[in-house]
């Protein structure tokens, strides 16, 4: 597939990171992974394959506990803490953000937050098990 036809495949207003830096977006790209509370993380390929890519991370205490031995060597852990205005701010110019959310982040979770804040933003999510 050229780069054009991945232009046209993709929806209006959907961005490649890449495309994104280059324009300047303030929030371009949010990388979201669903995680349970097992030490031992049984993530899906497509979610394993995201973190050696990733610079920026995100997620509360107990996700960093859970996923710092995966991270890449020198990257960047954001804490999501309240108020969650502070968090969102820390979020502004960077292209990609990969972020830990607790099992399925779509249902009632940190992903309908950042899709409600960052309206814009180009969203990726991959759910774990959700035992509701």
Same mark, same amino acid.
């Given at each position: 597939? @050229?780069?054009n036809?991945?232009?046209?495949? *993709?929806?209006? /207003?959907t961005? =490649?990171? @890449?495309? +994104?830096?280059k324009?300047?977006?303030?929030?371009a790209?949010f $990388?979201? !992974? /669903?995680?349970? &509370?097992?030490?031992?993380?049984? $993530? @899906?390929?497509? +979610?394993?394959?995201? #973190?050696?890519? %990733?610079?920026?991370?995100s997620g %509360?205490?107990?996700h960093?506990e =859970?996923?710092?031995?995966?991270?890449?060597?020198? +990257?960047?852990? #954001?804490?999501?803490?309240?108020? $969650?205005a &502070?968090?969102?701010?820390?979020?502004? /110019? #960077?292209?990609?953000?990969?972020?830990?959310a607790? %099992? &399925?982040? $779509?249902?009632? /979770?940190?992903?309908a937050? #950042?899709?409600?804040?960052f309206?814009?933003? *180009? !969203?990726?999510?991959?759910p774990?098990?959700?035992? =509701?």
């Open positions: 597939m @050229s780069k036809d991945a232009k046209r495949a *993709r929806p209006e /207003g961005l =490649l990171p @890449s495309e +994104a830096t324009r300047n977006d303030p929030f790209s $990388l979201i !992974i /669903g995680i349970s &509370d097992n030490p031992e993380q049984e $993530l @899906s390929k497509p +979610a394993q394959e995201v #973190i050696p890519r %990733g610079k920026v991370f %509360g205490k107990r960093y =859970l996923m710092k031995s995966r991270l890449p060597m020198g +990257a960047q852990w #954001i804490e999501i803490t309240v108020p $969650l &502070d968090v969102f701010k820390q979020y502004m /110019g #960077i292209p990609e953000i990969v972020v830990f607790s %099992g &399925d982040p $779509l249902f009632y /979770g940190f992903a937050t #950042i899709r409600r804040e309206p814009d933003a *180009r !969203i990726e999510v991959y774990t098990f959700n035992s =509701l």
